[in-house]
């Protein structure tokens, strides 16, 4: 069910105080202020975000506030004028301050006021207590959500048996949304560090996002794929001794490739640049030997790729999803480097390549 008008309105102005110079707030609050008579408080802002406009060199954006002053009969004239003034004589010239440091909400940032708030209308506000879960390690729940007050913890266990804290999230922040796109199982727990506010969306709602503004999808599957990455490096063996920056140096340069059952992930010859990392689900890979059709089930976490000879398959092998299957392509640079500076990384992936060599040995006996 869609926010009530008065929840939507709470909704809003919590994310002008997180986003002051996003017009996709800005706006609709200030109509939804005159819509329920606060004439003054609409008019102060409209003033407000003028000025700011103004002063980020956005004047085409002031001008508008602007015109907004005057359809609501704001009693400062004189003010309005000065920044008419000026704003019109900066529009033409070369002034631009805007160096795209200013804080937006990407996932709204390519839509319409109207198409935002929308989307913003179909979450439900959750009251959070300190210390509450909001979504644990391991449980399936395909929920998204925007941090309003208060903030977040996120930790998790890691494969070594470890307890770690991964972040601390803030208002404007979002979390859950991998477990959202790629309806895995939540990778981290999530816990109010103190009483908080946050809009929840179903899987529904951010996939009706991402169909109606692909630039706004795309951003949310760059974010998505760098945090599954991330936290896939917390969860595997191999990647235990990895500092934080080596981390997101993973994340960063690698992506995630998502493939349905049966499908070709890649053949013998082709893995040359990368290292594949099987995130979730399994693959199969299959060559002949003396005739025969050999077949080897990799799951996750098993790495494969022509980078290292520890990792090199049988010649003419050929990869395919065993059911749905995502896998982290991770540059060669990426994969060197780990390689020479983490004995334990070396060690791992020699004794990974050591046991698939033996389980490949053992099949064609």
Same mark, same amino acid.
């Given at each position: 069910?869609? $926010? ?23 706006? #609709? ?24 406009? $103004? ?19 704001? #009693? ?9 003034? &000026? ?37 439900? $506000? ?56 790629? /309806? ?11 009483? %908080? ?12 996002? &991402? /169909? ?19 936290? &896939? ?17 993973? %994340? ?46 990799? /799951? ?10 520890? $990792? ?18 991770? #540059? ?34």
């Amino acid at each position: 069910m869609p $926010l009530d008008q008065e929840s939507l309105l709470h909704v809003y102005r919590d994310m002008h105080q997180i986003f002051p110079e996003d017009l996709h707030f800005a706006r #609709p609050l200030i109509q939804m202020l005159q819509n329920i008579g606060e004439i003054e408080s609409a008019r102060e802002l409209a003033i407000v975000m003028a000025r700011r406009m $103004l002063a980020r060199g956005r004047a085409g954006d002031a001008i508008g506030f602007l015109e907004i002053c005057r359809l609501l009969e704001h #009693p400062d004239q004189d003010e309005i004028e000065a920044l008419r003034s &000026m704003a019109q004589v900066t529009a033409d010239g070369p002034i631009d301050m805007e160096s795209g440091t200013g804080k937006l909400f990407l996932l709204v940032d390519q839509l319409s006021d109207q198409e935002g708030r929308d989307f913003l209308e179909h979450g439900r $506000l959750l009251n959070v207590s300190k210390g509450e879960d909001i979504v644990r390690q391991g449980e399936v729940n395909r929920n998204f959500y925007l941090i309003l007050e208060g903030s977040m913890e996120v930790h998790m266990d890691t494969a070594t048996g470890l307890h770690v804290t991964l972040s601390q999230l803030e208002p404007g922040h979002f979390f859950g949304e991998f477990a959202c796109v790629y /309806q895995l199982p939540r990778s981290a727990t999530v816990t109010a560090a103190d009483d %908080a506010l946050v809009l929840e969306f179903s899987d529904l709602a951010v996939s009706q996002l &991402m /169909q109606r503004s692909p630039i706004a999808g795309e951003r949310l599957m760059q974010i998505v794929q760098a945090r599954l990455i991330h936290s &896939m490096s917390y969860t595997h063996p191999a990647m235990a001794e990895l500092p934080e920056a080596d981390r997101k140096w993973l %994340a960063d340069e690698s992506h995630v490739l998502e493939f349905m059952d049966g499908t070709l992930i890649t053949r013998d010859g082709e893995m040359e640049d990368r290292c594949c990392i099987i995130v979730y689900g399994k693959a199969v890979a299959t060559h002949k030997e003396n005739e025969e059709s050999i077949r080897l089930t990799m /799951q996750t976490g098993d790495m494969f790729g022509d980078v290292s000879s520890h $990792l090199r398959l049988p010649p003419d092998s050929i990869i395919n999803a065993d059911g749905r299957c995502l896998v982290c392509s991770m #540059p060669k640079e990426v994969f060197r480097s780990f390689m020479n500076a983490y004995g334990s990384f070396e060690h791992w992936v020699e004794v990974h390549g050591r046991q698939r060599r033996q389980n490949l040995y053992n099949r064609t006996q």
